[in-house]
């Protein structure tokens, strides 16, 4: 039998509820911790063609022959490996996070836009809607380690965690990319120590 009590303590618990969920889902800290500029740290991060070449063996395939020498010598090629480019060799990052927008600017005036708020999966890696050939990221959080996951206009696939390193307060960013022309992932961890502007 519903009493005057128990009406009144259900009625508190659905509005603590609908108030309330909000507050229950947020982190930690705020997630702006990782806004400003980065300057990749070359000792500490991996070396992206060697990853590359890692991957290529691991799958029994054999290194492709190239003009280019040294270091970035798997840089470069068709527009639609664009994305993988600049998140694996670009030197310095712009991070900017306005719930719930973030503004990845990286060289060459290349910029990812993408959510963290569940909309539906059609804003490109460049802010426009699918379907115009565009590479297309949406985010999500653990906690404060951001996790992204990208779909690349090559018919690849990006999965990449963002965090901070409470000691070094360095940003941490771990990449698995696999190019739809690969048969294993390529994983290369890169290290950015915080600047005061993106020239």
Same mark, same amino acid.
């Given at each position: 039998?519903?009493?005057?009590?128990? =009406? =009144?303590?259900?009625t508190? @618990?659905?509005?603590?509820?609908?108030?309330?969920?909000a507050?229950?889902?947020?982190?930690?800290?705020?997630?702006t911790?990782?806004?400003?500029?980065? =300057?990749?740290?070359e000792e500490l991060s991996?070396?992206? *063609?060697?990853?590359v070449?890692?991957?290529?063996?691991?799958?029994?395939?054999?290194? /492709?022959?190239?003009?280019?020498?040294?270091?970035?010598? #798997?840089?470069?090629g068709?527009?639609?490996?664009?994305? +993988?480019?600049h @998140?694996?060799?670009?030197?310095?990052?712009?991070?900017?996070y306005? *719930? /719930? &927008?973030?503004?990845?600017?990286?060289?060459?005036?290349?910029?990812?836009t993408? #959510?963290?708020?569940?909309?539906?999966?059609?804003?490109?890696?460049?802010?426009?809607i699918?379907?115009?050939?565009?590479?297309?990221?949406?985010a999500?959080?653990?906690?404060t380690?951001? =996790?992204v996951?990208?779909?690349?206009? *090559?018919?690849?696939? @990006?999965?990449?965690?963002?965090e901070?390193?409470?000691?070094?307060?360095?940003? @941490?960013v771990?990449? &698995?990319?696999? /190019?739809?022309?690969?048969?294993? /992932?390529?994983?290369?961890?890169?290290i +950015? *120590?915080?600047?005061?502007?993106l020239?």
């Amino acid at each position: 039998m519903l009493t005057i009590q128990n =009406l =009144l303590f259900t009625t508190w @618990i659905l509005t603590i509820s609908i108030i309330s969920p909000a507050v229950a889902l947020e982190p930690a800290i705020g997630h702006t911790h990782f806004n400003g500029a980065w =300057l990749i740290n070359e000792e500490l991060s991996d070396d992206t *063609d060697s990853q590359v070449e890692k991957s290529i063996k691991l799958a029994g395939g054999r290194l /492709p022959r190239t003009d280019k020498k040294g270091k970035g010598r #798997y840089k470069g090629g068709p527009k639609v490996h664009a994305i +993988y480019d600049h @998140i694996s060799y670009d030197n310095k990052l712009n991070f900017n996070y306005a *719930d /719930p &927008e973030f503004n990845l600017q990286y060289e060459e005036k290349f910029i990812r836009t993408f #959510y963290s708020d569940n909309r539906k999966r059609v804003i490109s890696a460049s802010g426009t809607i699918a379907g115009d050939n565009q590479d297309f990221s949406f985010a999500s959080w653990d906690e404060t380690i951001l =996790l992204v996951e990208s779909r690349a206009r *090559d018919g690849g696939r @990006i999965l990449e965690t963002f965090e901070l390193d409470e000691l070094t307060k360095q940003l @941490i960013v771990t990449l &698995e990319i696999k /190019p739809s022309s690969f048969a294993e /992932p390529i994983n290369i961890t890169r290290i +950015y *120590d915080r600047i005061q502007t993106l020239e």
